[in-house]
């Protein structure tokens, strides 16, 4: 192909990419202006991000890269790289070492092979009956005191504390009540989603499930109807998944570092305007991408 040809068809996915980047941005904007952010701070996580994925590129390729080589890959300027001095901390926890989520999940799963366990004591002199107590030692690896989980879980409205007993409250971990526990939730369960989906478009490594339908066009009340059934149908998907992970969990080797990450979601809105002459009154729309 002709260097120009070529030059034109980088052009172009250059701008796919870009096209593509808008869409994933909008939401995380619209998050960002609800809440205060300025376009400075946005400018600085976006610019310490693209050091560290490409630091991991070169690295990934066997090489310890220099600020030179930074400087190439993202078009950042030296002093803006070097003015980095430190690595960035984490502000939000990570919900996968979350021993309240880790707890309610454990319980979650018994309360589905026995009902009874919806409710639970406390505390039990006999270790054979269930406890919270034994319950969150279990799923916290006894890094944690059961007081202070369940304590956490009370105060989100997970849980219930009466005479002794705790009671679930809610069906899954959502920590509904709790900002900082819902953005952690929303940032490492989008950025999954897009690591599936931007792994199956670069071909970085065998296609992850990343599948979706959708339709345009039709009224709100079919849409609340249509997601009532996904919920309904994730429960049961949900209970499935935790079985498997707990005992892929409790058979684990001391060596073994992978994790998985499996969600589900449905968004819908009143979408007048936005609908083109293309889309606008069409049916089921399916698209899927594995």
Same mark, same amino acid.
């Given at each position: 192909?002709?260097?120009?040809?070529?030059?034109?068809?980088?052009?172009?996915? +250059?701008?796919?990419?870009?096209?593509?980047?808008? @869409?994933?941005?909008?939401?995380?904007?619209?998050?960002?202006?609800?809440?205060?952010?300025?376009?400075?701070?946005? %400018? @600085?996580?976006?610019?310490?991000?693209?050091?560290?994925?490409? @630091?991991?590129?070169?690295?990934?390729?066997?090489?310890?890269?220099?600020?030179?080589?930074?400087?190439?890959? /993202?078009?950042?300027?030296? #002093?803006?790289?070097?003015?980095?001095?430190?690595?960035?901390?984490?502000?939000?926890?990570? /919900?996968?070492?979350?021993?309240?989520? #880790?707890?309610?999940?454990?319980?979650?799963?018994?309360?589905?092979?026995?009902?009874?366990?919806?409710?639970?004591?406390? /505390?039990?002199?006999?270790?054979?009956?269930?406890?919270?107590?034994?319950?969150?030692?279990?799923?916290?690896?006894?890094?944690?005191?059961?007081?202070?989980? +369940?304590?956490?879980?009370?105060?989100?409205?997970?849980?219930?504390?009466?005479?002794?007993?705790?009671?679930?409250?809610?069906?899954?971990?959502?920590?509904?009540?709790? +900002? #900082?526990?819902?953005?952690?939730? +929303?940032?490492?369960?989008?950025?999954?989603?897009?690591?599936?989906?931007?792994?199956?478009?670069?071909?970085?490594?065998?296609?992850?499930?990343?599948?979706?339908?959708?339709?345009?066009?039709?009224?709100?009340? %079919?849409?609340?109807?249509?997601?009532?059934?996904?919920?309904?149908?994730?429960?049961?998907?949900?209970?499935?998944?935790?079985? %498997?992970?707990?005992?892929?969990?409790?058979?684990?080797?001391?060596?073994?570092?992978?994790?998985?990450?499996?969600?589900?979601?449905?968004?819908?809105?009143?979408?007048?305007?936005?609908?083109?002459?293309?889309?606008?009154?069409?049916?089921?729309?399916?698209?899927?991408? #594995?």
């Amino acid at each position: 192909m002709p260097r120009e040809q070529m030059a034109q068809v980088r052009e172009g996915q +250059l701008g796919w990419v870009l096209g593509a980047c808008e @869409r994933v941005l909008r939401p995380l904007v619209r998050l960002a202006l609800a809440f205060g952010v300025k376009h400075a701070q946005i %400018e @600085r996580v976006l610019r310490d991000v693209m050091l560290d994925e490409a @630091r991991r590129a070169w690295l990934h390729k066997g090489v310890e890269p220099n600020v030179s080589q930074l400087s190439v890959t /993202t078009g950042l300027n030296r #002093k803006a790289i070097t003015s980095r001095v430190r690595e960035p901390t984490e502000s939000l926890p990570q /919900t996968e070492v979350s021993a309240e989520a #880790k707890t309610l999940t454990l319980w979650l799963q018994m309360q589905v092979d026995d009902p009874a366990n919806r409710s639970l004591p406390i /505390t039990s002199v006999d270790p054979s009956e269930p406890s919270f107590e034994a319950v969150a030692r279990l799923a916290s690896r006894g890094d944690v005191h059961h007081r202070a989980i +369940l304590d956490e879980l009370v105060r989100l409205n997970m849980a219930t504390e009466r005479d002794g007993m705790a009671q679930l409250s809610v069906e899954g971990f959502v920590p509904a009540g709790d +900002l #900082k526990g819902m953005l952690s939730f +929303l940032g490492d369960n989008a950025r999954d989603h897009l690591l599936a989906s931007v792994s199956n478009t670069v071909g970085a490594r065998a296609p992850l499930l990343e599948r979706s339908v959708f339709a345009a066009g039709i009224s709100l009340e %079919e849409c609340e109807r249509i997601h009532r059934i996904a919920r309904d149908r994730w429960a049961g998907l949900h209970d499935e998944m935790t079985r %498997e992970m707990r005992g892929a969990f409790d058979a684990r080797d001391k060596g073994d570092s992978a994790r998985i990450r499996v969600g589900v979601y449905a968004y819908f809105e009143d979408a007048v305007g936005e609908l083109d002459s293309a889309t606008s009154g069409s049916g089921v729309l399916p698209g899927s991408k #594995k």
